[in-house]
Structure formats: C-alpha cells, structure tokens
C-alpha cells in the first residue's frame, strides 16, 4: 500500500527538527507555550510565504480552508490572535539562526558543483527595460 503525503508536509520533512528545536531552546521559544510551539509558527510562515500572503487575516483564511488537512500537512490549527501573539513575541533570532545553519549547510552541500553563478556579472543592471527611465 502507498503512503502519499502533501507536498508541503514532504518539505517539513526535509527541515532538519532536532536543529530547530536547539535554537529554540536557546533563546526558550517555547517557554510558556501549551498548543502552538515555535515548529508550528515556523510552519505557518512558510506556508504563508509559499502561497505570498500579505496579511494576518488572508493566512488565517488560506489555513482555515485547509483545516482538515492541517494535521497532515504538519501544522496545528491557529487562530490568527495566535499567530499574531508568537510574531509579536517570540524571539526573532530562532528563526534567524535556523535560516543561518541551512544557508551554511547549503552553502557547503553546493560549493563544489556548478551551480556558483559569477557575481559580477548580476551585480551591475544592464537591463535596457531600466536604463531609458534613469536620468
């Protein structure tokens, strides 16, 4: 029998947890937190990321239209008074050093293949959409 999952359940998957939770046990994340932890926050965010939500309110919709998968796709359901309350306080810096650690984990898995792109060549716009509008 095949086991299928959701896409994005497949992406949670391939976020290293066990690093995550270490920087949320540094700066304590989930100090004081019963239902919705930090993973589940972070979750939230790429999801709203993934779908270019602009606001509280269209994360809210877009997640409460999937409610009943949300158990599968790895997120609990979250009221977006939640959600706002863990922007507001939780420590930003969990998510920074996550994003860190896989920025250097990638860099260090591609450095050697063909994929490392010349700088110089995008850092300068010869775009000539551009050029006409500058004075």
């Keep these: 029998m095949t086991q299928n999952s959701y896409v994005f359940a497949q992406f949670l998957s391939l976020l290293p947890r066990y690093e995550f939770q270490q920087h949320v046990n540094k700066f304590k994340g989930d100090y004081r937190t019963k239902h919705f932890k930090c993973w589940n926050q972070m979750a939230c965010m790429i999801f709203a990321q993934i779908r270019q939500e602009d606001s509280l309110r269209d994360i809210d919709i877009a997640l409460n239209?999937?409610?009943?998968?949300?158990?599968?796709?790895?997120?609990?359901?979250?009221?977006?008074?939640?959600l706002a309350d863990a922007n507001e306080c939780r420590d930003y810096r969990i998510f920074e050093e996550f994003a860190k650690s896989l920025m250097l984990r990638a860099r260090r898995i591609y450095s050697n293949t063909g994929l490392a792109i010349e700088l110089n060549r995008y850092a300068e716009n010869t775009d000539p959409f551009v050029l006409p509008n500058k004075p």
């Design 65 to 82: 239209a999937h409610a009943k998968k949300l158990y599968h796709i790895g997120i609990n359901q979250c009221p977006k008074f939640t």
